[in-house]
C-alpha cells in the first residue's frame, strides 16, 4: 500500500535548470501579488470579524461537522483541479514544462505561514462577510492538497501502458470517454493514495485556519479549531479534552466509512495482471457489497454516473494529429510560448524586486537564514529522535504479520488525528514545570508526523522476502549484522520515503510550534516558525512573504540534495533486476 | 489456398518506409519500401524476427503510427488514423483491468455510439462465439491467458470490422493454449463464422505462420523490408506432420538464415562506417555453452537442422536464431541453409574446463566483438585503467535505438565480466580492471 513513492521523490531532476527559476519567479510574483492585493485592506476590517464561539460540549458535533464540511469541499476542489491541470500538463508539451517545475515549488511552500495572506486576500473579495474567512479556510487545505494529487494524476497520465492507449484510439473512444475508461481508472490507485495523505495533512491545517490573527484582527469561524483556540485563551483543559475526543471519532469516522472503502475500492484498479489476495474487506464495502438493497443502490447510481463517461463529447483521433511521434513540433509556436514564459518571468522577477527593495533589507534575508538554521537543526533533532524510536518499534512489527495487522490501522489514524489540537496540553505542561522552550518546544513539529516513520517502515519490514529471512536465519546472522545486511539495506526506500513526509510536514508545523502560547503566557523558541509566527501577529506582510522564501528554498533544497538522491541510491541497491 | 480468396483488394501499402531521426544526417530505419497487398477472403502473415519492423508495419496499417514516407489505402481511402473497419488484437491483450469481460468486450461498441440494448445483443454474441460464455462479469485478472486473449478477440469482432489485425496474438501463451486458440480461430474462419473479411498477422513463430495463413511475408531485418513471400498450398485443417507441411517449415528456416544477398551487402555498405556499433543479441554465456555442449554431443555431433533443434529444445525460430548468430559472431559455429554447424573453435570450446573457456572466449570477443574490443582498449589507454560507459552509449545511440544501445552495451559488459577482459561498476557506470589479472 505504501509502496507508492511521494512524488517529490521520484519526478524531476536533482539540478535546477532554467524552467525551474522561471517557475520560483511565477510563483514569487503570484504570492507578491496577493499580497499586494491584501495589504490595503487590512485596516477597515478590524470590526468584521465577531462569531462568537461556545464552549459548552453540546455545540461540539456542530462545529465538528462544519470542519468536516470544510475538509471536503477542499477535496472536491483539489481533485477537479488535478483533473484540470493535470490533464492539461500531460496533453500539452509546452504546458508541462512550466507546470511541472512550478507544482514541486507549491509543494514545498509551508501554507501555515501563508495563511494570513490569504485570509486577507479572500476577505477583500467578500468583504464584510464571513465567506472570505471561509473561503482563505478552505484554500489552505486546497493548497495543502492539489500539489502532489496534481502530480500522482500526471504521473499516472504519462506512464499509461502503450497497448491500452493504443487500444483506445484503434476502438475510437473519444477524449472524454477516454478520460474516464483509461486516464482516470488507470490513476485512481494512486489519486487515491495521495489523496488520503493529502486528507491526513488537512485535517491538520484546517484546525489551524478556523482561527487565524492577523495584526489586531482576529478571524474565527465556527469548528473544532475556534473551539480549542478559544479553550486556549481561557485555559480550559477540559474543553480542551472534550474537542480532542470530538475530533478522535471524527477521524475514527472517517477513517473506517471514507479512508479504507476506499483504498479497498481503489485495489480493483491496480494494473496487475496476477489476482492478489486482498487484505481483508473493510466491513462498510462489506456492507454496501453484500446488502441487498444497498449493493443494488450503489449499483444503479454506478450506472448513472458510468453513463456520463460514456457519452461521445468530443471527437475520436481519426488522425494522426494528436500522435506524439508524429507530430512535427511548430517553431513558431514553440517561439511565442517560450517569449510569454521570459515576460511573465521577468514581469514577475521586476515585482519580486521593487517589492523587496521597498520592504527587506539585506540584514533581514541574513535573521532569515539564521532562524531557518536553528528550525533545520530542530526538524534534523526531532526526525532523529522519532527515527530513533519508530524504527526499532516498526521492524519489530513489520516481522510479525499479526502485530503488523493490529498496529498499522492504528498508525494510519494516528497520522490523521490533527496533533496542533494536543499542543495546548504539551505546552500547558511545559509551563508548569518551566522547561526551556528552545528545546522542549521541538517535539511538537513531529507530534503528527512521526507516524508516516512508523508506518512506512512496518511497511517496509512486513514486505521484507520470506526467503532472505530465511538465508540471514541459516547463515545465522544475527544483532547488528543481520540489521546492516538485511534489515536496513530491505526498509531503506520505505524509511526515506516516510522521513520525507515526516520531515516535509515538520517545516510547516514549526510554525504553529515554535511560538506557542497558554492563556497570557507565550512560549518562543528561535526560529524559521517563530519568524513567521511573529511576522503573521505583527501583519508585517513583507516580512511573512521573505520567510516563506526562504523556508521554501530550504524545503526544496533539502529533498533535491537530500532525500532524491538517498531514495534513488536506495531504491537502486534493493531492487533485484 | 481456401476457396474464399477473392482478388477484390482490400488494403494496399505501397512504398512505405519508417525511420527515426538521429543526431546529425544519421537515421534508424525500420521499414524500407514495403509494399504490401492484402484481398478479401485471406490470412496473411508477417513473418520475421524481433525488431524487423513487422509490428510497426501492423501499426501503420492500423492507422497508430504515421508511415515517414509511402502510403497506406483502405478501401480505395489513403489512412489518416484509426480506421472504423480494422480492428486490432494485441500481443499483451490490452484489456482494462477495471473493466468486466462484458464491459472491455462493448468499448468499441460504446466509442462508437451504439445503443445500450443493441450493444449487449451483441457483446453476447461474440461472447458466445469466442466461447467465452459465462465469463461475462468476471474481471481480467481473474482469467489465465488464454481466456484474457480470447476476451481481447472478442472485442475486435463485436465491432464486425472487415479486417482483423493481431499483433503476435498467441506468443504470450504457452503451448498447448496457443494450440487451442489457433484451432479454434481456424475453425471459425473455415466455417466462415468470423465476421471480418480478412486477417493479417505478425508472427515470428513460422509453424503458426505454415499452419494458419493463405499467405507469408517473410521480413528482413535492418532495415525492415519485405524479403520473400510464399503462397501456402494447404486446405485447412492442416497437420503439422504432413512432410509436405514440414518441407515448407525447413524451406522458411532456410530463407531466414540466408546469407545477405550481394544486394544486402550493398545497402549495409552504403551505410556510414559503424566502428564498433554493431547490434548484439542479449545471450549470456551461459546458453552459448549450453547450445555448443548440446550441438557436440550425440546425436548431433556438431551439425543440426535448426526446425529439429528447436523443436528439441523447445524454442521458437525467434529464440534459437539470434542464439545461433550470436554462435557465428564468435566463430563458434555456422549457420548455413538452416542447418548449424560447430567449428573446430566451437569444439575447443566445449572440451576445455571453465578457466581455459574464459581465455577462449576472451580471445573470440576481443578478436570478432569490436565494441569488446574498444572498451578495453579505451580502458588500456587511459593512465587509470577506468572508462566511463557513457561515451559507448553515446556512439551507441548514435547508430540504434536507445533500447537496443542499452542491449547491446549490457551484452557487452556481461561477456567483458565472464571473459574476465574488465570490471564494471554499476553505480558509477565506468568500466576499469580492478580485479582483472594481468595476461
Redesign the interface.
Known amino acids: 500500500m505504501t509502496s507508492i513513492a511521494p512524488p517529490a521523490l521520484v519526478h524531476g531532476r536533482r539540478l535546477p535548470n532554467a524552467w525551474d527559476i522561471a517557475a520560483i519567479l511565477l510563483v514569487m510574483g503570484v504570492l507578491i501579488g496577493v499580497v499586494s492585493v491584501a495589504r490595503g485592506t487590512l485596516a477597515p476590517l478590524a470590526a468584521a470579524q465577531a462569531t462568537h464561539i461556545h464552549l459548552d460540549p453540546a455545540y461540539l458535533p456542530g462545529y465538528a461537522v462544519r470542519t468536516t464540511l470544510r475538509m471536503f469541499a477542499a477535496l472536491f476542489l483539489s481533485l477537479i483541479f488535478t483533473f484540470l491541470v493535470a490533464t492539461l500538463a500531460a496533453k500539452s508539451r509546452r504546458a508541462a514544462i512550466i507546470i511541472i517545475p512550478m507544482l514541486d515549488i507549491l509543494q514545498s511552500i509551508p501554507i501555515l505561514g501563508f495563511l494570513s495572506v490569504t485570509v486577507l486576500f479572500f476577505v477583500n473579495l467578500f468583504p464584510g462577510q464571513q465567506l472570505g474567512a471561509e473561503c482563505a479556510a478552505i484554500f489552505a487545505v486546497f493548497t495543502g492538497q492539489a500539489w502532489n494529487m496534481t502530480f500522482s494524476f500526471y504521473q499516472s497520465l504519462t506512464t499509461e501502458?502503450s497497448?491500452?492507449d493504443?487500444?483506445c484510439?484503434?476502438?475510437?473512444?473519444?477524449p472524454w470517454?477516454r478520460f474516464w475508461?483509461?486516464d482516470v481508472?488507470f490513476a485512481?490507485p494512486g489519486l487515491v493514495w495521495n489523496m488520503m495523505l493529502s486528507m491526513s495533512g488537512g485535517w491538520f491545517f484546517v484546525v489551524y485556519a478556523e482561527a487565524i490573527t492577523v495584526g489586531n484582527t482576529t478571524f474565527t469561524l465556527p469548528g473544532i479549531g475556534s473551539y480549542v483556540a478559544v479553550a486556549l485563551q481561557r485555559r480550559d483543559l477540559l474543553a480542551i479534552f472534550e474537542a480532542v475526543f470530538t475530533m478522535l471519532v471524527v477521524i475514527l469516522l472517517y477513517d473506517q466509512l471514507l479512508f479504507r472503502p476506499l483504498v479497498a475500492w481503489s485495489d480493483?484498479?491496480?494494473?496487475?495482471?496476477?489476482?492478489t489476495v486482498s487484505a481483508g474487506e473493510p466491513w462498510v464495502l462489506k456492507l454496501v457489497r453484500r446488502t441487498f438493497i444497498l449493493r443494488e443502490a450503489a449499483g444503479w447510481v454506478g450506472d448513472r454516473v458510468a453513463v456520463i463517461g460514456?457519452l461521445?463529447l468530443g471527437r475520436?483521433?481519426?488522425?494522426?494529429?494528436?500522435?506524439k511521434?508524429?507530430r512535427t513540433s511548430s517553431r513558431l509556436g514553440d517561439g511565442v510560448f517560450y517569449a510569454l514564459v521570459i515576460a511573465a518571468a521577468g514581469y514577475a522577477f521586476w515585482q519580486v524586486a521593487t517589492f523587496c527593495a521597498a520592504h527587506l533589507a539585506w540584514s533581514d534575508l541574513l535573521t532569515c537564514v539564521i532562524d531557518a538554521f536553528f528550525t533545520l537543526a530542530r526538524v534534523l533533532a526531532a526526525l532523529l529522535i522519532s527515527c530513533a524510536i519508530w524504527v526499532p518499534v516498526g521492524v519489530w512489527v513489520g516481522l510479525r504479520p499479526k502485530a503488523t495487522k493490529l498496529v498499522q490501522p492504528v498508525a494510519q489514524f494516528l497520522a490523521a488525528f490533527p496533533a496542533n489540537l494536543l499542543f495546548p496540553l504539551v505546552v500547558a505542561g511545559i509551563v508548569a514545570f518551566r522547561l526551556l522552550p528552545n528545546i522542549w518546544l521541538t517535539p511538537l513539529m513531529i507530534l503528527g508526523t512521526q507516524w508516516y516513520i512508523l508506518f512506512n517502515v512496518v511497511a517496509g519490514a512486513s514486505a521484507l522476502p520470506g526467503d532472505l529471512k530465511e538465508v540471514a536465519a541459516s547463515f545465522g546472522l544475527r544483532g547488528w549484522l543481520r540489521w546492516r545486511r538485511l534489515i536496513i539495506p530491505g526498509i531503506m526506500p520505505y524509511l526515506v520515503t516516510g522521513a520525507l513526509t515526516a520531515t516535509g510536514a515538520a517545516w510547516n508545523a514549526s510554525i504553529v510550534a515554535e511560538v506557542a502560547s497558554w492563556g497570557k503566557t507565550t512560549l518562543v523558541a528561535k526560529g524559521l516558525g517563530a519568524y513567521i509566527a511573529q511576522a503573521t501577529t505583527a501583519g508585517d506582510t513583507s516580512k511573512i512573504v521573505l520567510g516563506v522564501a526562504v523556508m521554501s528554498a530550504f524545503v526544496l533544497s533539502f529533498n533535491r540534495l537530500v532525500w532524491r538522491p538517498l531514495y534513488a541510491y536506495a531504491s537502486?541497491r534493493t531492487n533485484l533486476g | 489456398m481456401d476457396q474464399h480468396v477473392t482478388t477484390h483488394t482490400l488494403l494496399e501499402v505501397s512504398h512505405c518506409r519508417q525511420a527515426y531521426p538521429k543526431e546529425a544526417n544519421n537515421e534508424l530505419i525500420v521499414l524500407d519500401d514495403v509494399n504490401v497487398r492484402l484481398f478479401e477472403g485471406e490470412i496473411v502473415g508477417l513473418l520475421g524476427r524481433s525488431g524487423s519492423g513487422k509490428s510497426t508495419l501492423l501499426?501503420i496499417i492500423?492507422?497508430?503510427?504515421?508511415p515517414t514516407s509511402g502510403d497506406v489505402t483502405w478501401q480505395g481511402k489513403p489512412v489518416?488514423?484509426?480506421?472504423?473497419g480494422?480492428?486490432?488484437v494485441?500481443?499483451?491483450?490490452?484489456l482494462?483491468?477495471?473493466?468486466s469481460v462484458q464491459e472491455n468486450v462493448e468499448?468499441?461498441l460504446?466509442?462508437?455510439?451504439v445503443s445500450r440494448a443493441i450493444r449487449e445483443t451483441r457483446a453476447e454474441e461474440a461472447i458466445d462465439l469466442i466461447g467465452l460464455g459465462g465469463y461475462e462479469s468476471a474481471?481480467?485478472?481473474?482469467l489465465s491467458g488464454g481466456m484474457r486473449q480470447r476476451v481481447g478477440l472478442a472485442?475486435a469482432l463485436v465491432?464486425h470490422p472487415d479486417l482483423l489485425l493481431m499483433d503476435e496474438p498467441f506468443s504470450a501463451l504457452d503451448v498447448l493454449t496457443a494450440e487451442t486458440l489457433r484451432t479454434d480461430l481456424i475453425d471459425l474462419w473455415s466455417e466462415r463464422k468470423l465476421p471480418v473479411k480478412s486477417i493479417l498477422m505478425v508472427t515470428h513463430n513460422i509453424e503458426e505462420a505454415v499452419l494458419m495463413c493463405d499467405r507469408i511475408l517473410v521480413f528482413s531485418s535492418d532495415p525492415g523490408r519485405v524479403a520473400h513471400e510464399m503462397t501456402v498450398p494447404f486446405a485447412h485443417p492442416r497437420n503439422r506432420l504432413d512432410p509436405a507441411f514440414r518441407q515448407m517449415v525447413d524451406d522458411i528456416y532456410a530463407v531466414m538464415t540466408r546469407r545477405k544477398t550481394p544486394a544486402d551487402l550493398r545497402a549495409a555498405a552504403a551505410k556510414p562506417a559503424t566502428g564498433f556499433a554493431t547490434p548484439l543479441h542479449p545471450i549470456g554465456t551461459n546458453l552459448m555453452s549450453g547450445l555448443m555442449e548440446t550441438l557436440a554431443a550425440e546425436p548431433y555431433n556438431g551439425r543440426a537442422d535448426l526446425p529439429a533443434l528447436a523443436a528439441v529444445l523447445q524454442y521458437e525460430a525467434d529464440e534459437l536464431l539470434p542464439l545461433g548468430e550470436t554462435l557465428q559472431l564468435l566463430h563458434f559455429a555456422e549457420l548455413e541453409e538452416g542447418d548449424i554447424r560447430l567449428t573446430d573453435q566451437g569444439r575447443r570450446f566445449v572440451h576445455a574446463d571453465t578457466d581455459e573457456r574464459k581465455k577462449i572466449f576472451a580471445e573470440a570477443a576481443r578478436t570478432h566483438v569490436k565494441l569488446v574490443a574498444a572498451i578495453r582498449q579505451v580502458i588500456d589507454e587511459r593512465w587509470n585503467h577506468r572508462a566511463s560507459a557513457v561515451r559507448f552509449r553515446d556512439e551507441l545511440e548514435d547508430h540504434m535505438s536507445p533500447e537496443r544501445a542499452e542491449e547491446t552495451l549490457r551484452t557487452a559488459i556481461s561477456w567483458g565480466r565472464y571473459a574476465e577482459l574488465y570490471a564494471y561498476d554499476e553505480?558509477g557506470q565506468q568500466f576499469s580492471l580492478e580485479d582483472i589479472e594481468e595476461e
Open positions: 501502458p497497448d491500452l493504443e487500444a484510439r484503434s476502438f475510437g473512444l473519444s470517454q475508461r483509461l481508472p485512481v480493483k484498479f491496480r494494473f496487475e495482471t496476477v489476482q460514456r461521445r475520436a483521433e481519426r488522425t494522426f494529429a494528436s500522435l511521434a508524429g537502486r | 501499426r492500423a492507422g497508430l503510427l504515421r489518416r488514423g484509426p480506421v472504423r480494422i480492428a486490432m494485441f500481443q499483451s491483450f490490452a482494462f483491468p477495471w473493466l468499448i468499441g460504446e466509442a462508437m455510439g474481471y481480467p485478472k481473474e472485442r465491432t553505480e
